[in-house]
């Protein structure tokens, strides 16, 4: 079974919180229980791997019952079913929802100020639109962020496409640099981009002392064209002919199955970094990209507000 949307938990949260003071891990377990979660379903994290998503969603639906009177917290991280949130439960209703907050004023002004629209645009009796039902609002952050990633990933390939084989050279050896390889532009330079080398494409030193080296192969693939077996294979001898231990072949497409599967009981370790890992790593490390936007996320400080 999934994981319920926030809405969804509304009543299941006030009926346990009625039964008397508690938390929201006690509440959790309780409720994982009573759905039949399994194990991976329970400790499965939001995207950003901060927060469990059924606490995210328990913690959500409490804070918009508070919003409306159903349930207050006499105490940090303890919170309980309010008289108003007990007569509620009495009338025995079947769902609990935004909807059905909206008919408590205080819930109106809150939604009306947060979502900085006018009263009249979500009347307590009509659909809440612009709400999603189905994630909270981190949910909705780390969806956006996915999508903007995404997006990003795809035009970087595209760029690195549209650019020469020279410039690709050239974006590894900035790559490697700024995670740590290769000493400097320099150093690395002067090992990467070195051909006719049995499929050796360049080198670079793992540390700055140049203690041990890797050995890179990068193929500037289109989209659908994978690196087979056979491409791999031609790169595993060349660092055997070496005398070589370490090496990563760097791709802008994909690696099929049966190459993915060679590498892993090679005795020499061989690295595939595919399209998107690489679109990955360079965001990671400021290649080729640059910020534009910061947005900082406050949360309560629950130390400040406590008294001994």
């Known amino acids: 079974m999934t994981i319920p949307d ?18 929201v891990a ?6 994982a229980n009573d759905l ?14 901060r ?40 009338t025995s209703p079947e769902r609990i929802d935004v909807a059905l907050l909206m008919r408590e004023p205080e819930f109106r002004e809150f939604y ?21 039902t189905a994630v909270t609002p981190e949910e909705q952050i780390d969806a956006a962020h996915a999508s903007l990633m995404a997006a990003l990933r795809d035009e970087l390939l595209q760029r690195i496409l549209a650019n020469s084989p020279s410039f690709f050279e050239q974006l590894i050896v900035d790559l490697l640099v700024a995670m ?18 049995g499929g050796v494409d360049g080198i670079v030193n793992e540390d700055r002392l140049g203690l041990d080296r890797i050995y890179v192969q990068a193929k500037r693939y289109a989209p ?17 002919g070496l005398g070589a231990t370490k090496g990563v072949f760097v791709t802008t497409s994909t690696f099929s199955q049966p190459a993915r599967d060679y590498v892993k009981h090679l005795s020499q370790r061989v690295i595939l970094i595919d399209g998107q890992e690489l679109a990955d790593l360079m965001i990671e490390h400021g290649v080729g990209v640059r910020s534009y936007r910061t947005v900082e996320f406050k949360r309560l400080d629950e130390d400040f507000f406590g008294e001994e």
Request: proline share 6%; charged share 25%; glycine share 12%.
């Open 6 to 23: 926030y809405q969804s938990l509304m009543l299941p949260v006030l009926r346990l919180a009625a039964e008397g003071e508690t938390r």
């Open 26 to 31: 006690d509440l959790a377990e309780r409720i």
């Open 36 to 49: 039949g979660l399994t194990e991976e379903e329970r400790q499965e994290l939001l995207p950003s791997g």
């Open 51 to 90: 927060q469990r998503r059924l606490h995210n969603r328990i913690q959500w639906a409490k804070f918009y019952m508070s919003k409306a009177g159903l349930i207050a917290s006499p105490a940090r991280g303890r919170f309980h079913a309010t008289q108003k949130g007990k007569a509620l439960l009495a």
């Open 112 to 132: 009306k100020n947060e979502r900085s629209g006018p009263e009249e645009a979500n009347p307590a009796n009509a659909p809440i639109t612009g709400m999603p």
């Open 180 to 197: 740590g390889y290769g000493g400097s532009h320099k150093d690395a330079a002067a090992q990467l981009g070195r051909t006719g080398d």
């Open 224 to 240: 659908g064209n994978a690196v087979s077996r056979p491409d791999v294979n031609g790169f595993v001898g060349s660092l055997v």
